[in-house]
């Protein structure tokens, strides 16, 4: 069978990479070179949707743009690899993405590093299903958008990351990113109105924990801050919860959560709350 134009590409780029330069030639116009080559044959294998070979040509041409001293290119390289091996490989698109990541911070670039941050926290979301470290890059990648003004995204990243914590029943650290997102939020009359919807997440953290004096606390608390919380939905479905938990009347709690649900609809992440809740009222009571 005849070597595909890819696999062309790619041993002209291996014997440029490990030719000596010539008289008139620098080591620095080789590496140039072989990336231009290495670039050339990973685009020639995304065509042949051999996206692994792709990733490695990619990663080839970083190293190529590394030894010439193009610090950005390289970065661009890593991330064209990360793209690559995004379809299907996650452990080596991670790889890539942390190696862009270092390029752009070293450079000061700290919102494009947030980008591919994000990325990073998604492949671990949704191929890896590793929650603990998607909540860490979500989390940094937070950070760096905060770093830079842009709070928009990082909110969104915190956000995602509350989400997960609350899965992983990481409970007291979800509440504590919901309520920095809630409060940054009451600042816009643009995002006001998400409010009540970080506050209600948190809520539910609090009596899942289970502790439903803090609960009552953090409640109050919101209200003050925003004393048309009160009259809200989210207000009053959590007020029942409260007395319901405190009363230990599950028959109160499942009336509560039906008629909140009639109206607005529960989705996923709040069932699951709410099925841990439920859950701690129906244990039995540890006799000391």
């Not at 014997?15 to 070179?33: A, L, N, R, V």
């Not at 990619?58 to 743009?65: Q, V």
């Not at 700290?110 to 591919?116: H, I, K, L, P, S």
């Not at 007395?243 to 109206?263: L, M, W």
Request: one cysteine or more; hydrophobic letters at 40%.
């Amino acid at each position: 069978m005849a070597p595909s134009a890819a696999s062309g590409l790619l041993a002209k780029a291996d014997k440029k990479y490990k030719s000596s330069p010539g008289w008139f030639s620098s080591s620095s116009s080789k590496y140039e070179e072989a990336g231009d080559l290495y670039q050339q044959a990973a685009n020639a294998f995304k065509l042949d949707k051999l996206f692994k070979d792709a990733g490695d040509a990619h990663a080839r041409e970083a190293e190529c743009r590394e030894m010439q001293g193009e610090k950005d290119e390289a970065a661009a390289a890593w991330w064209n690899a990360g793209k690559a091996y995004k379809k299907g490989y996650p452990d080596e698109a991670v790889n890539a993405l942390s190696k862009t990541i270092t390029l752009l911070t070293q450079a000061g670039k700290f919102r494009q590093a947030a980008d591919r941050e994000k990325e990073i926290a998604q492949i671990y979301l949704q191929d890896a299903h590793d929650l603990a470290r998607a909540v860490e890059s979500f989390e940094r990648a937070g950070d760096w958008y905060a770093q830079e003004d842009a709070m928009a995204t990082a909110n969104g990243c915190y956000k995602e990351a509350a989400d997960l914590h609350a899965e992983l029943e990481h409970y007291p650290q979800a509440i504590e990113r919901y309520q920095q997102v809630a409060d940054h939020s009451l600042t816009s009359s643009l995002t006001r109105y998400s409010v009540k919807e970080y506050w209600l997440r948190a809520l539910l953290c609090a009596l899942a924990i289970p502790d439903a004096i803090s609960a009552k606390r953090d409640l109050d608390s919101y209200i003050s801050k925003d004393l048309t919380f009160s009259s809200t939905r989210e207000a009053q479905f959590v007020h029942k919860l409260i007395e319901a938990v405190e009363n230990d009347d599950v028959d109160d709690f499942t009336a509560a959560v039906a008629e909140f649900d009639r109206v607005t609809r529960l989705d996923n992440w709040k069932t699951a709350v709410l099925l841990k809740i439920k859950k701690e009222m129906l244990k039995e009571p540890v006799l000391v």
